[in-house]
């Protein structure tokens, strides 16, 4: 069936690095991918859609040029933490929408960052 | 705006014990409700969905009624098993399917033999 496949599971950076987080999707061609983020005890927020070939779209007060996102592919999306401060960490998870649109949606197992 | 809550966890039960996790929503117009579960290591996955109010999804011995009166979509399960443990995510749709899902923050769930 189809599966998303999201690494590195867990990530240890010092501040200031960047640090690249893959979304693959196995099996489907994903044609859209949604970025959200979880701090603790708090709710999954949608950070940004994109679709593949075209620039992404942020949601209010998420920084385009902190949190790059490429989905040059139907099979794959990364999420690039630039500069990455201790107020970056976070779990980061992907959902991925296949051709067929509709509901159906695919979640990638989830990425947490912590930034020293 | 769409915003979802749900009980603040973790819900701690022994097993062949009766299940209910709460969730309430605020959404304009009327949306498709959903629960998704993740077991450790893994991503989340549909567990059951309502798109209408007085709808039912089921899934898994799984339960859960879509009230619009109340704006609820409680998670219900008679019997919980061990490994029913995960985390619990209840969530919202309602520009169908064209948007990406709003959730709540998860309710994590333990079986104890």
């Known amino acids: 069936g189809a599966v998303v496949s999201q690494h590195p599971s867990r990530v240890i950076c010092k501040s200031g690095t960047s640090v690249k987080i893959e979304c693959r999707s196995l099996?489907?061609?994903?044609?859209?991918m949604f970025w959200y983020r979880q701090f603790p005890k708090q709710s999954l927020m949608l950070m940004a859609t994109s679709n593949e070939g075209s620039k992404a779209t942020y949601e209010q007060g998420v920084e385009k040029d902190k949190f790059l996102i490429n989905h040059a592919s139907l099979t794959l999306s990364t999420l690039t933490v630039t500069s990455a401060h201790p107020e970056d960490s976070s779990f980061y998870i992907c959902?991925?929408?296949?051709?067929?649109?509709?509901?159906?949606?695919?979640f990638g197992s989830g990425t947490q960052l912590s930034v020293l | 705006g769409n915003s979802v809550t749900q009980m603040e966890g973790p819900v701690t039960l022994s097993e062949e014990a009766f299940l209910t996790i709460n969730c309430t929503y605020t959404?304009?117009?009327?949306?498709?409700l959903f629960w998704y579960v993740q077991y450790p290591g893994e991503g989340l996955q549909l567990l059951l969905k309502?798109?209408?109010?007085?709808d039912k999804g089921s899934n898994k011995g799984f339960e859960a009624t879509y009230r619009k009166e109340t704006t609820s979509f409680h998670l219900e399960k008679g019997s919980v098993q061990v490994s029913d443990s995960a985390v619990y995510f209840c969530?919202?749709?309602?520009?169908?399917?064209?948007?990406?899902?709003?959730f709540g923050s998860g309710t994590r769930l333990q079986v104890q033999p």
């Open positions: 309502a798109t209408k109010a007085d």
């Open positions: 969530a919202l749709n309602n520009q169908a399917g064209r948007r990406a899902l709003t």
């Open positions: 099996d489907f061609q994903a044609t859209t």
């Open positions: 959902s991925a929408r296949g051709t067929g649109g509709g509901e159906k949606l695919f």
């Open positions: 959404a304009t117009g009327y949306p498709s």
